[in-house]
């Protein structure tokens, strides 16, 4: 039986981009299902699947799974082969470091520059605070790059679950505009000129729907 992975709009939903993309990135079958975010069922849609009433939801079976994280997870373990965190022990557990900042920092960064796949060149105040959060981030892609991506520009050489959980900032700087240092380009390169990168694209353009309060810096 084949995955089933519940997603929110792709426009906004940056939770949903994180399993969809570690999914499709890596080549794994599943069935998509779309619910459509701040509609008046939206609640009750989600809380048939997940009580937390949270997107992603993957169910495997009998077995459901929300949180993009613990799908990553899970996933990494259901399908070992795809090698989803790097084989040399120090550069997983920096990965699981910088994967688990990302899931539970940068508050700033999300509340300042929400993703909006369709949107560029927006211009939104950069305050100190949402300055050190960009300023994190390209030091960790700097760094990544540095020590362990080599020539293949993922953070790890290899896709892996980080580069799915940094996913959605690449497409938040690249909607506000931010540049980047030479040193921390080249994992947004690399991500945007992937097929499944593509096709999320494609797709966030296609919808119709707007969220009023992710439309920042109009």
């Excluded at 259901?78 to 965190?85: I, Q, T």
């Amino acid at each position: 039986m084949k995955p089933k992975l519940t997603i929110g709009n792709k426009n906004y939903s940056t939770w949903s981009l994180r399993a969809w993309l570690l999914l499709r990135e890596s080549g794994i079958e599943f069935d998509e299902q779309r619910i459509c975010l701040d509609t008046d069922t939206s609640a009750s849609e989600i809380a048939a699947l997940n009580a937390g009433g949270t997107v992603p939801v993957l169910q495997l079976g009998d077995l459901t799974v929300w949180d993009s994280l613990a799908i990553a997870e899970t996933v990494a373990e259901r399908w070992p082969e795809k090698k989803l965190w790097p084989e040399d022990a120090d550069a997983r557990a920096h990965a699981r470091c910088i994967s688990a900042e990302m899931h539970s920092g940068f508050a700033v960064l999300r509340d300042c520059m929400p993703m909006n796949c369709r949107a560029m060149g927006r211009q939104v105040p950069l305050p100190d605070a949402l300055s050190e959060d960009i300023d994190r981030i390209i030091a960790i892609w700097s760094d990544c790059h540095r020590r362990f991506s080599g020539e293949r520009d993922w953070l790890f050489g290899e896709f892996s679950i980080a580069d799915a959980m940094f996913a959605p900032v690449v497409l938040r700087f690249r909607t506000y505009g931010i540049n980047l240092p030479e040193s921390a380009g080249y994992y947004p390169h690399r991500l945007l000129e992937s097929e499944a990168m593509q096709e999320w694209l494609a797709a966030a353009e296609c919808e119709i729907e707007v969220i009023e309060r992710e439309e920042k810096g109009r």
